[in-house]
Structure formats: C-alpha cells, structure tokens
C-alpha cells in the first residue's frame, strides 16, 4: 500500500570528522523518502525555496518518489548547518538554521493523494503535522516522529497529536524528556499512555527498544565502525519501518520485528556516507544482504 | 569443570533511591561465585578480616562456595561504601573505601586447587591478579575484569596482564578508556590485538558486544524496571559467562553465545535486590524462565 510522509526538504551543511559537505539534499522527509521507496510508492509533502536546485528534484523522481504535493514557497530552501565532534557521533550541533520558507507552512495534499492508508509525520512544526493529518480522509496507520525542539516548545500541540497516532518513533533523549522517566522501559509505557499504541525508542549505536501492552522487544545496531556522517539516520530508520509495514500492509508481533530489523538495517547504510550518498545508490538485493548479516550478530 | 576465581569479598554499604543498607556481603569473588556456582563448582580465592561475620561465612558455604582458599587476615574486612542516584543508577559514586586486609594481599591458592582449569580473575589489584596466575598450574581457561581505578593506576601491569588471558570483560567507559577509541567496535578490536582473544563489553542497560576476529555479537539487556541496586551486576554477569564455559568445557561460538546470554540473564536478577537478595535464591528453574523470556525479547 501507498505511504505517504510530510515533513522537511533542507538543504545540508554538515561538517563531521570526515570532512564537510555544503548544499546536500537532505530534510526528515527526503531521507525518509530515499529509504521507504525500497519498499512502497512513497508520496512526499514538504515544501522548498525557489532557490532549490533543480538536480535534486531530478534526482528524487529518478527515486520514484511522488512529488505532487511538494510545493514551492516564496523565499529560500529551509537550510540546516551542523557540525559532528570526534567521539560524540551521536549529537549534532546546531551551527545554523534558517527557516526560509518553512515558517508558516501549511502543508497541502493533492486530491489524489488525500485517500493513502499509511501516513508518516516526520520531524516538522508538530501544528504543521495537525494540518496534514486533518486533509488526509480516515488512514489507517499513522506514524510520527518528534525533536527536542517541540517537545520543549510546542508539547500541548505534541501531546495532542500523540491521541492521534498509531505509532510514535523517537529517540532516547526525546523519550526521556517528554515522559519524565529516566529508565526507558518505563518511559515508553508513559508515552503509550499518553496515545500511541506502538513505541519505538531508538538508542543510536546502542540499538532500539520497541514496547507496546502487548510485546516488547529490543535489537542491537548494525555494527559501523566508520560512522561518516550521522545526519537523517533517525528518518532512515523511520522510512524503512514504514515502507516495511505499508508493503506488507498487516501491523502485527511479527511484521513489526521484521520492520525494525530492516529499519536498523537502512540506517546503518545511511551513517556511512555524507547526506544521501550510501542509501540512493541501495537495493533490496544490498539491504536483505546486510540484514542477514545483522540478524547473524543478533542471533542467540 | 571446575572455576576457580579471585577477587574481594567485601562488605558493602549501598545508599540508593530504593534505600540504603549496611554490611551487606559483597565484592567481586563473592558476586561472582553467587552466579558461577548456579553452574559448577566454583572455588573462591579471597581474603576477609577478622571482623568477618561468621553468618556470610555459612551462608556462602550453603551455597556450595568452596573457601579453602578464604584466608583470613590481620585487620579489618574490605569496605566499600557507594551511593547510586535517581536516573543515573549505571554509575556508581564511591563515598568511602576502607581497604583494610586487602591492602598488600598477597593471593594463596592451596595446593589441590592449583590444577583447576578454568581460572576467572575478577577485580582487584592486577598485581594480586598477576601473582594468583602464577600460582595456577597451565589452566585452560582465563578471564579477566579490572576497572578504571586499575586502567589509570596500574596500566603496565593490566597491559602485562591482558597478554595472558583468553576472555577480557569489561564495561564501555573502560573499554574507550583503556583503548583510546571512543567507538565501541574499534575499541573491541584495539583491546583484542592487546592479548586476549575475547572481548565482551558491557553496556549496562544498553546490553552487551561481543569481539573476536571470527564474529561478533550484541545482545540487548533484559528489560527491568525497577533496578534497585546494581552493585555487583557485572561480577554476576561474569560468573554467569564464566560459570557457564566452565561446565559446557568447550570454548566455541554457540557456546559464547548462550553463555552471553546466561550472564544477561543473571545479571538482571542481581539489580533487582539490594546486594545478594536476589541471586541467592535462584535456581536454574528461575533462570532458565527468565532467559527464555530474554531470548523471545530479543528474537528476530
């Protein structure tokens, strides 16, 4: 089934111990996008700048992805620029962010697109992610991901839209932060309380914890020992756990495993080169290569 | 087979959120062992003073703990005195250190105990670890634990040390510390062309890695809630591994792997209760229910 995501479209400036790299495609919904279309048709809803270059809207068609309802706004691209330390991978620092024609958007989704059964709001103004949800007619299963950012600013609109969610993914701090909890087990039986019925806390290096009423369970990551650039691997993750579970179109114990393994598995592709570099160039035949090597490191 | 250990027996005094307690027995041997034991006969290398309660003295013989090698020396019992705190209970604040007998100890190991071929030197001065090894009679087996104070202050004999042991466990901040990498799989690697053959790094909640130049592995921690108090997890983790090893008698990759998994499980009781509340009581009954809950949580 179709799977369609709203969320950021950015160009990227990052700088990491491995070098620096400045215009580079990137934005939740991009990298989100780029992973998910291995699995399912994937329909993006964001918005950029005049100033966008045109080969990277090229270069997302190449990808399949539908790109009906990806507007252009008056102003610039929304730009990120970041910086990764030696031995601290895991934290982005902020040098930057101009907004440009991201503030005040208000998403808009072609006709056509309004009846997709698998919605993912990636990280964006959770009042933008409402807007979206309120144009889409009854989907079936809704997944979201968060920042900091919101939790701190805007958490009476997060907190309102986790009662409309299937799904909620978010990181170890994020989980920590929003439900007061240090321990995570317990952070996540908060959060499901607070909505979503799935929960799926990712650790970076250390792996993710996946909880619900009814199962949990915890895998580790892909071993990356060169981790190159970590920007968007949180969306990777995302887009691979949805394409997943829109292609087989059953949210059940089991779908849901497989869907986190191929998750881990397409995010520890994207570490491994500057912006979009290693997941553009992915196929199945490389991802289930890798996931079998990876279900072999887990295995008892 | 038989499994011989050194370290301290101590008595310790644990403050945490879920309350504090005095004279509780504890140390690395006797964690240890209290795990080992649920697996083979275990033998424990140690001093205590003269001060030692004689009810910890039968309790650990109850439980099977062979203590011909228990000397008793001139002085006061090894105290620790340690406080966890809420939201950080990986990370254990030393408030006191009273090192009475241990202080210049100088291991004995009696003479029928000298061919035992699994040895496990747990933490304490790797001097005193160096001299015991002397001691053995060509075991098979040897692993080893340390721990910061060790790594910062007695560096060239832990290096010495770490050429003559098979299985080295220890903790991630050790393991980036003592090798200077701050990713964990190169920090494996690193620790690995130092000496011993096998690496595993514990990462508290997060679980654990396992190196060799073969394969590698990670698990995840099984999931507890309530940790009330962790002193002592990673000796129980290691006499789980250890204690394991020893009786199956055969060092391969199955085996490492359902030993891993046992010293996850074990270790997971031991946070549960202040001190030994929890790991004494158990049987492999307890044991083997809840590793089975740990392998379904982790299951593909």
Redesign the interface.
């Given at each position: 089934m179709s799977l369609l995501v709203l969320g950021t479209v950015a160009l990227d400036h990052i700088k990491t111990p491995s070098g620096s790299h400045d215009e580079l495609l990137g934005g939740s919904a991009a990298h989100f996008s780029m992973s998910a279309r291995l699995f399912t048709d994937v329909h993006l809803v964001a918005i950029i700048g005049a100033d966008f270059p045109k080969k990277h809207i090229q270069f997302l068609q190449r990808k399949k992805i539908a790109l009906d309802s990806l507007v252009e706004g008056k102003g610039k691209t929304f730009r990120w620029k970041g910086e990764y330390k030696?031995?601290?991978?895991n934290i982005a620092l902020t040098l930057a962010t101009e907004l440009g024609v991201l503030a005040g958007f208000d998403p808009r989704v072609a006709e056509h697109q309004r009846k997709i059964s698998n919605v993912f709001l990636a990280n964006i103004d959770p009042d933008a992610q409402i807007g979206l949800l309120r144009m889409m007619r009854r989907p079936r299963f809704v997944g979201l991901d968060s920042m900091n950012l919101w939790i701190e600013h805007k958490s009476k609109s997060l907190k309102n839209l986790m009662k409309q969610v299937n799904l909620f993914v978010l990181n170890d701090g994020e989980a920590r932060m929003l439900s007061g909890e240090?321990?995570?087990?317990?952070a996540a039986k908060r959060l499901r309380k607070m909505g979503p019925e799935l929960i799926v806390v990712k650790?970076g290096?250390?792996?993710v914890?996946f909880y619900s009423d009814k199962f949990?369970?915890?895998?580790?990551?892909y071993?990356?020992?060169?981790?190159v650039d970590p920007t968007g691997a949180g969306d990777t993750f995302a887009g691979g756990l949805m394409g997943y579970l829109s292609k087989v179109n059953k949210v059940n114990e089991k779908n849901l495993?497989?869907a986190v393994?191929y998750a881990t598995t397409l995010a520890s592709f994207n570490v491994e080169g500057f912006g979009m570099a290693k997941t553009a160039g992915l196929t199945m035949t490389k991802v289930n290569r890798r996931m079998k090597d990876l279900?072999k490191?887990?295995?008892?």
């Amino acid at each position: 089934m179709s799977l369609l995501v709203l969320g950021t479209v950015a160009l990227d400036h990052i700088k990491t111990p491995s070098g620096s790299h400045d215009e580079l495609l990137g934005g939740s919904a991009a990298h989100f996008s780029m992973s998910a279309r291995l699995f399912t048709d994937v329909h993006l809803v964001a918005i950029i700048g005049a100033d966008f270059p045109k080969k990277h809207i090229q270069f997302l068609q190449r990808k399949k992805i539908a790109l009906d309802s990806l507007v252009e706004g008056k102003g610039k691209t929304f730009r990120w620029k970041g910086e990764y330390k030696q031995g601290d991978m895991n934290i982005a620092l902020t040098l930057a962010t101009e907004l440009g024609v991201l503030a005040g958007f208000d998403p808009r989704v072609a006709e056509h697109q309004r009846k997709i059964s698998n919605v993912f709001l990636a990280n964006i103004d959770p009042d933008a992610q409402i807007g979206l949800l309120r144009m889409m007619r009854r989907p079936r299963f809704v997944g979201l991901d968060s920042m900091n950012l919101w939790i701190e600013h805007k958490s009476k609109s997060l907190k309102n839209l986790m009662k409309q969610v299937n799904l909620f993914v978010l990181n170890d701090g994020e989980a920590r932060m929003l439900s007061g909890e240090k321990n995570l087990i317990k952070a996540a039986k908060r959060l499901r309380k607070m909505g979503p019925e799935l929960i799926v806390v990712k650790k970076g290096e250390h792996g993710v914890l996946f909880y619900s009423d009814k199962f949990m369970f915890s895998f580790p990551a892909y071993p990356v020992e060169e981790v190159v650039d970590p920007t968007g691997a949180g969306d990777t993750f995302a887009g691979g756990l949805m394409g997943y579970l829109s292609k087989v179109n059953k949210v059940n114990e089991k779908n849901l495993r497989r869907a986190v393994i191929y998750a881990t598995t397409l995010a520890s592709f994207n570490v491994e080169g500057f912006g979009m570099a290693k997941t553009a160039g992915l196929t199945m035949t490389k991802v289930n290569r890798r996931m079998k090597d990876l279900i072999k490191f887990m295995a008892v």
